[in-house]
Structure formats: C-alpha cells, structure tokens
C-alpha cells in the first residue's frame, strides 16, 4: 500500500510561525562557507532551509524550528554560522509541543 | 525596572524554570520569570511522556488539574529491519491509577500550566523577552540583560534549555560537541481517540509508549517514538548529531520514510498531521554537565545536561523539574546566608546529589558510551527480527533446535560471540 509522504513545505505550513521581517536571527558570511566540503547543515536541519544552489549556499530564517542543530553540526560555527534565537515573541510558535 | 532587585531571575520557563520560579515564590521570594516565547512552552517540544515521581512531590496530585493527556499502560519496544520487526510490549495497570506512573502530554499547553503555577505563587512571568546577556559586575553575575533593559537579580537561575546560551556566557559551559546532542523531529498526527485505543490495545483513556531501533534511523545512532495522546499520536525520530554530520540522509526524508514504513504506517493511518517540530536534546549525561554554579549564578534542566537516554527509556522532563526545586532550595539557603557567592550556591551540588539527579546520572554514567556503538542501530535489530521470524516460520524445511538456530543467526551476522559477550555483558551491566 501506497503511503502519503509530506514535503517539508507541506510540513512547515501547518507550523505557525511569526515571521520576523527586520531580523535574521541566523545569518550566514558566505565567503566562509565556500570553503566548508560536506555543508553538513544542507543535510542536518529539519526544515530543510540550507541548500547549495549554483555552488553557492542558500538560506531562508523563516520557517526555522530553532532547534540549534545547524549550529552544532557546522564545522565553522561562529564564524560562518552566526547563531541566536529570534527576537522575543518571533518565529516558531507551537501549538501542541 | 532596574531598581527593583529580584532575589532570582530565571531564564527560560521550561519545566526547570517554571518549578525553580513555582518553589521561590511560593515561599515569598521576589522572582521574575523570562520567556522569550510568546507563552511558556510556545518555543517547547519533546517525546512524549513525563515521569510523575519528580513533580508530585511538589504539587501533589498535579494530575487533578493539569494538562495531561493519557497515562502510559503500555510499554513497547520494536526492532525493526527492512520486512521484519520484533517488538516486546509489557502492560500494568497499576500504572494508570494514583500515583500515576507516567503521562504523555503536549508541551505547549502543560509547559503554560506549569508558569501559571508559578505565577499563581506570586512569581512574576515576562514573555516575548529574549534575554541577550548577563550583567556581569567584578566576575559576578548580578542580572540580566534583555535588549535596551537590564534587571537585577541576586541570582540568575539559567534553565534556558538544551542550547544554553546563557550558562557559556557566564564561562560555565563550553559549546557541545556534535555526538553530544542529538536531533529530535515529531509529527503531531490527529486520529479519534477510540482508534488510537483500539490500534494499541488500550483500555479507555490509557496511553502507550512505543519506541524504535534498527531501520528507522538506517542504522543510525538514536531510534523512533510513538507516544499516543488523547486524540493525536506524537511520532518521531532522535538522531545523534554527529551521525547528521555525516551526510547521508535529510532528516525530513528520514522521518517521512519512518513514518511511511509498513510497519509504523497502521499505526497513524487516517490521521492528519497537526503541528511538525524539531529539538535538541543533549544526550552525553556527565560527560556534558557544565559547572552547574558559579557567582550569582545556577544552571538547572537542559541547560545542565540533566538527560537520561537508556535506549529504552528517555528522562528529562523529571530531572528539570527537580533540578529546578533544587536550585530554588540553594538560593533559599544562600539567602539565609546572605551570601550568593559559588561558594554560597555550593549546596546546589549536594541538594542534587542526594535527590535522584546526580545519583541516577552517576548510576548510568557509562549508559551514552553504550549507545555509541553502532551494533545497536543495525547488528541487534537485524539479528533479533531474524531469529524471532525464523522461530514462527513454517515451511517445510528440515527442523533445527532453538540453539541452532540463534548460533546460526549468530553466525550470519558475521557478530562473533566474543563481541555478543562484551556487549551484553555491557548492556547488563551499564544500562
Ligand atoms: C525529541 C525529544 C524527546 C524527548 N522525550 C522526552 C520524554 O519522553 N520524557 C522526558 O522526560 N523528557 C524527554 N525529553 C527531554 C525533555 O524535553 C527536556 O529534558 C526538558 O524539556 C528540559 O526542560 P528545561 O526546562 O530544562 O528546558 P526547556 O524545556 O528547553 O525550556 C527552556 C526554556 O527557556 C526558554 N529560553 C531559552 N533561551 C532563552 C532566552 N535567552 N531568553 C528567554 N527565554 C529563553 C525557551 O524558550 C524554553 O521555554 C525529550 C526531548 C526531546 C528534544
Ligand atoms: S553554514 Fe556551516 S555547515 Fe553550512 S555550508 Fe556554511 S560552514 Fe558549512
Ligand atoms: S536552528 Fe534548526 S531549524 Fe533552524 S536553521 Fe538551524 S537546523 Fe534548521
């Protein structure tokens, strides 16, 4: 039997979300991460928000669960990945936990 | 704010948090409560169940009011490898009546009854604050900092969680190594409530608590939970982080392969995923806890490492709980001593000590060097399904005797019985 798989797209979107506009809470300095060989986040992070696109990595803050393992997994943490929580009162809001 | 000096601050209203905040106020101490969620468990999720010892001691009955969803009846574990499974499933109803054993429930809802409590106690609760730092005067902490607003406190309590960010700024932890922590992800899947009874056997409102090695990570350090609520099933995986590192699977693909797999799919088939959710949790037990006191300063919960993963049961939510009671009893007892120096906060070790935290991480102290060998996630699962299927197996070939067939299983999974020998000596012995 034929079961459902959900994209991490579908997945997000039942999530709630308080998106901060005016503040990345993750920011990545590209330059560091030409250099990173695995880019572990592209793999490690739940929602699927790191990808390599033309060589080049991409990144989007909404839809971060702000789990923090990009954070452990990134060989060059601090200075590739600079990593904090939202701002008080933004980004993911859990319903149920 | 700033000439209002709390006798704590605590940071992060978590279980730890919330029941450091719940013990302090409730004797009369002046304490704020910060959360940067926009409620206390909005930011929260976990597994699955809590352990009832810890906070029943300090809320009796706590079951009267709040937020609960079953209490657990039923235990299961499955090995799971490709076509085959073998699950070992124990019921007792003992557990499902006063003093209750165990209960699932969701975080967002239990985490907010817990600060209510606290605030009901005359704690006050400040939510949508992210505090930033710490004010930090002569090598002592002395408050907080939460964008442009500073508060005093004669101690901050740091319950802020698995990512502490708080406990290394003070200079008492260090940043985790990847095999420390692991990645937990769950899918909230909502189904009738007398489905979810039927499916795993249960009587009425009591609840279960399945949990999975072998094939749901590929062979990956950590394992699957299915933990039944009410009227939603909350599924998921718990991955090592140093096993992500490794890049071989997307994590979301992972857990959508788990929960498609033919036999965890019955289980939730016709639900409709509510809420999906993702979490540290730190997993090294003593190797991680930081200095758990400092000048002017506590850490309690997550933030001290305060978990429990025996592969078989997973223990957090009690040892936050009663890590935070702990704590609000040091600073208690440094205020009687006006002296909130490390030296006056020592006694949070030996509060610690002689309750269950430090005694039961001690206990298990060698449990996280068990669970890195890698035979468990896919050696045992495969050798054990193979054996159990070859032990129902009728097909008219010739027979062999039960001692037979576990060597020649034994035999094919190229293990060698010196190596079985260590790792269930081990097993015995460790866990
Ligand atoms: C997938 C998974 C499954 C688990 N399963 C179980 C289980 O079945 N049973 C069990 O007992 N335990 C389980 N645990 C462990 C359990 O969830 C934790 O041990 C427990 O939540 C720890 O409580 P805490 O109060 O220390 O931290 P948390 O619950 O993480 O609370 C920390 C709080 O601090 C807040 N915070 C953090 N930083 C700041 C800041 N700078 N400013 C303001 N607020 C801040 C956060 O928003 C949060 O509300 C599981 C964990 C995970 C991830
Ligand atoms: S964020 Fe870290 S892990 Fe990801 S590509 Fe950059 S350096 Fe590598
Ligand atoms: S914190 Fe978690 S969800 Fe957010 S970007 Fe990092 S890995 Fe992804």
Redesign the pocket.
């Known amino acids: 039997m034929k079961r459902e798989r959900l994209t991490i797209e579908q997945l997000l979107g039942v999530d709630k979300f308080v998106v901060d506009d005016q503040e990345a809470h993750i920011r990545l300095n590209k330059e560091h991460c030409e250099s990173c060989e695995t880019k572990p986040c592209t793999f490690a992070c739940p929602a699927g928000l790191f990808a390599v696109k033309d060589g080049a990595i991409s990144f989007d803050h909404a839809g971060c669960l702000e789990c923090g393992t990009c954070r452990a997994v990134c060989p060059k943490a601090g200075t590739a990945l600079i990593w904090c ?1 939202p701002r ?1 009162g933004f980004g993911i809001h859990y319903r149920y936990g | 704010m700033a000439e209002d000096k709390f006798t704590a601050i605590i ?8 029941t450091a905040a719940y013990v302090l106020a409730k004797e009369g101490h002046e304490v704020l409560l ?4 926009a409620q ?2 909005s ?9 009832c010892h810890a906070l029943n001691r300090i809320i009796p009955n706590f079951w009267e009011e709040a937020p609960l969803e079953r209490p657990v009846a039923r235990e299961i574990i499955t090995l799971l490898d490709g076509d085959q499974s073998v699950s070992v499933s124990c019921q007792d109803l003992t557990w499902t009546r006063p003093p209750y054993h165990s209960f699932t429930l969701l ?1 967002a809802e239990f ?1 907010a009854w817990l600060a209510s409590k606290a605030e009901e106690a005359g704690a006050m609760v400040a939510c949508n ?4 730092d710490l004010l930090i005067d002569s090598g002592r902490v002395v408050g907080i900092r ?1 964008g442009e607003d500073e508060m005093l406190a004669d101690v901050v309590i740091a ?8 406990a290394q700024k003070a200079g008492l932890a260090q940043m985790f190594a990847p095999h420390q922590v692991a990645t ?3 899918e909230i899947i909502e189904l009738p409530p007398e489905t979810i009874s039927q499916r795993f056997q249960l009587d009425g409102n009591n609840g279960a608590a399945q949990l999975f090695v072998g094939a749901c990570t590929k062979g990956m350090q950590g394992g699957g ?1 299915l ?1 039944t609520n009410k009227n939603s099933s909350s599924l ?1 995986l ?1 991955v090592n982080a140093a096993e992500l590192q490794r890049n071989q699977y997307r994590l979301p693909d992972l857990m959508e392969d788990f929960k498609t797999h033919p036999h965890v799919a019955p289980l939730i088939e016709g639900g409709r995923v509510a809420e999906y959710s993702a ?3 730190p997993e090294a037990g003593l190797a991680m806890v930081p200095q758990l006191y400092g000048d002017g300063i506590v850490v ?4 001290a490492g ?2 429990l993963n025996l592969g078989y049961l ?7 709980i009663a890590s ?1 009671e702990a704590a609000a009893r040091a600073v208690m007892a440094a205020k009687s001593q006006g002296d909130f120096s490390r030296q006056g906060l020592g006694i949070y070790r030996k509060i610690l000590k002689e309750s269950f935290v430090l005694r039961d991480l001690e206990f298990y102290r060698r449990a996280p060097e068990f669970q890195e060998n890698p035979r468990l996630f896919q050696t045992y699962p495969r050798l054990a399904t193979a054996f159990a299927s070859r032990l129902f197996t009728v097909d008219g070939s010739p027979p062999v005797h039960l001692l037979q067939k576990i060597l020649r299983e034994i035999k094919e999974s190229r293990l060698g019985l010196s190596r079985l020998a260590i790792d269930g000596w081990r097993g015995a012995t460790w866990l």
């Open positions: 929580y008080g | 940071v992060g209203a978590g279980p730890a948090g919330s910060i959360e940067k969620g206390p468990g930011k929260n999720m976990f597994g699955g169940r809590m352990y975080r985490d604050i992210r505090v930033d939460a319950a802020d969680g698995a990512n502490s960010v708080i937990g992800v769950k939970f933990y998921g718990v979490h540290l949790i309690v919960g997550d933030a305060f978990v997973v223990r957090g939510m009690d040892f936050a935070g």
